[in-house]
T-cell receptor, first 112, second 111 residues
Framework: DAKTTQPNSMESNEEEPVHLPCNHSTISGTDYIHWYRQLPSQGPEYVIH???SNVNNRMASLAIAEDRKSSTLILHRATLRDAAVYYC?????????????FGKGTSLLVTP | KAGVTQTPRYLIKTRGQQVTLSCSPI?????VSWYQQTPGQGLQFLFEYFSETQRNKGNFPGRFSGRQFSNSRSEMNVSTLELGDSALYLC??????????FGSGTRLTVV
């Protein structure tokens, strides 16, 4: 499986934008980029996924580099509830049936 | 809309025993996956079922098994429990093309 690299931790102030980076230099042409997050004492939560184009949903935006070797999850206005571990994961396709290969993720701290 | 339901929430078992965990997916979701989460290894994929068939399996010993019923509910079984099996076991369900929705997990403690 292609590997992803994320910073261990990041810190943000409440109500400011947060850019969470992910490097995936060995990504293949058919790999989808998924982001999940895990709040304390909860199961992971789907955030967003994309293939080549930037994607937006109610939770976040996903910016994918033109060469697809990196991507950035953007939280437009961080809230205290966004404090979580964020995982960037590559999968072979976007349909169900794939295994999510969770790495260590980035622990996001949001301060008031 | 009900989420993914896992039962029981907590379980304490003795080494050598076996355990069965249950997962009820979101209505209409036919894919169910299981994950193990430990402080040392993080989140690791166990297996995935779709329409009662196992489609993918992670790198776990044969003591870990699962099944899915015709109503998409799934169970996972761990036989001959070891101390190292203590973990949070998470179940996730998905509709094709969408992300996975996880349950809150079953916390298994082996003593």
């Amino acid at each position: 499986d292609a590997k992803t690299t994320q910073p261990n931790s990041m810190e943000s102030n409440e109500e400011e934008p947060v850019h969470l980076p992910c490097n995936h230099s060995t990504i293949s042409g058919t790999d989808y980029i998924h982001w999940y997050r895990q709040l304390p004492s909860q199961g992971p939560e789907y955030v967003i996924h994309g293939l080549t184009s930037n994607v937006n949903n109610r939770m976040a935006s996903l910016a994918i580099a033109e060469d697809r070797k990196s991507s950035t999850l953007i939280l437009h206005r961080a809230t205290l509830r966004d404090a979580a571990v964020y995982y960037c994961i590559l999968t072979l396709n976007s349909n169900s049936g794939y295994a999510l290969n969770f790495g260590k993720g980035t622990s996001l701290l949001v301060t008031p | 809309k009900a989420g993914v339901t896992q039962t029981p929430r907590y379980l304490i078992k003795t080494r050598g025993q076996q355990v069965t965990l249950s997962c009820s997916p979101i209505s209409g979701h036919r894919s169910v996956s299981w994950y193990q989460q430990t402080p040392g290894q993080g989140l690791q994929f166990l297996f995935e079922y779709f329409s009662e068939t196992q489609r993918n399996k992670g790198n776990f010993p044969g003591r870990f098994s699962g099944r899915q019923f015709s109503n998409s509910r799934s169970e996972m079984n761990v036989s001959t429990l070891e101390l190292g099996d203590s973990a949070l076991y998470l179940c996730a369900s998905s509709l094709a093309g969408k992300g996975y929705t996880f349950g809150s997990g079953t916390r298994l403690t082996v003593v």
